[in-house]
């Protein structure tokens, strides 16, 4: 027989995914976070960047791109989403000879989620938390690049709180130097257990992309890519996006989301300035995710780590130059 005790820990099992996946009401799953993206820069071209961008944030999106990554930079993303949601996010590229690797850190969750007791009191508030961890390497071979990520991920709500694993391998065939394909799966393997009695578990759900991407020189590029999470096969996306250098310094973003289902498409923009080593970048969403969260704002800034030791070496020179002075 079902016992009461039993009951009691299946609903709270329940309840704990519940909230899980529909914290951010963008497709469910766990670690859902993930859907809205990381990365200003493609979040500015409506997230059509497993074949294009390559940037320190190219571990959440493709690693196969962190082997085009031609700097070592660190970068970070804040976003302003509604309904007192955080999603922020810091990433690390080091490029070496031959191939590159990357950390990656995510900060997402939602406060103040209202909770009451049986008789509907309210009796307080409390929020749902993720930290997730990315290690991963990318190849930088002539033709074709791999690539793979390792994710980890804690999260923790009320009493609860839960740790997981994942993984992400990609893949980048380059065209001539003025083209890409690129090919990603997302969670082919994952892993999530909470600590409740009845010790939920649940996974990350496997996600498929494939992009291609055009950039005939130094002033346009568009890239186009197709997404489907292979639990819902009639869920597919379509995004589209490009990028366009009014000056090498000053670039601005469009892109669009067309998604099964849904008569409107999600509308992207974006723009970046470059001073000095130091990028500054912003991205605007029309509606997020079946319209959930409505409009949404992000803010990056990066720094090309390579220009420190420029930086070091003229103060030393300049140095120099007033001691001989003198």
Not at 23 to 52: E, N, P
Not at 126 to 152: D, P, Q, T
Not at 193 to 198: A, G, L, P, R, V
Not at 316 to 321: H, W
Request: with cysteine; glycine share 10%.
């Amino acid at each position: 027989m079902f016992s009461n005790y039993n009951m009691k820990k299946s609903l709270i099992c329940i309840f704990v995914l519940a909230v899980v996946i529909n914290s951010y009401a963008i497709d469910g799953g766990t670690a859902s976070f993930l859907k809205l993206g990381t990365g200003v820069r493609q979040i500015g071209m409506a997230g059509s960047g497993i074949s294009y961008v390559n940037d320190e944030f190219s571990i959440f999106w493709n690693p196969a791109q962190l082997g085009l990554v031609n700097k070592t930079q660190i970068g970070g993303m804040f976003s302003f989403l509604k309904y007192d949601r955080v999603l922020n996010s810091l990433s690390f590229v080091k490029k070496e000879a031959g191939f590159a690797y990357s950390l990656g850190l995510v900060n997402a969750g939602i406060k103040d989620i209202p909770q009451y007791d049986e008789y509907d009191n309210h009796i307080g508030n409390f929020s749902e938390n993720n930290l997730l961890v990315s290690m991963g390497i990318g190849s930088a071979l002539k033709f074709v690049n791999f690539g793979g990520s390792i994710k980890l991920l804690y999260q923790s709500m009320l009493d609860n709180y839960s740790f997981g694993y994942s993984a992400d391998l990609g893949l980048i065939f380059k065209i001539f130097n003025i083209s890409n394909i690129g090919l990603v799966i997302l969670n082919p393997i994952s892993y999530v257990k909470w600590n409740t009695d009845s010790e939920c578990e649940s996974k990350l759900y496997p996600i498929a992309k494939l992009g291609a991407s055009f950039f005939p020189n130094n002033i346009l590029a568009i890239s186009a890519d197709w997404e489907r999470e292979l639990r819902d096969v009639e869920n597919d996306k379509f995004r589209i996006g490009t990028e366009i250098s009014i000056v090498p310094e000053f670039k601005i973003r469009l892109g669009t989301l067309y998604k099964n289902g849904q008569n409107e498409p999600e509308i992207a923009f974006g723009t970046s300035f470059t001073y000095k080593g130091i990028t500054t970048d912003y991205a605007y969403t029309s509606d997020l995710k079946n319209n959930a969260l409505g409009a949404a704002h992000f803010i990056g800034i990066s720094y090309n780590l390579e220009k420190l030791p420029k930086i070091f070496e003229n103060k030393i020179k300049s140095s120099n130059k007033n001691n001989d002075g003198k």
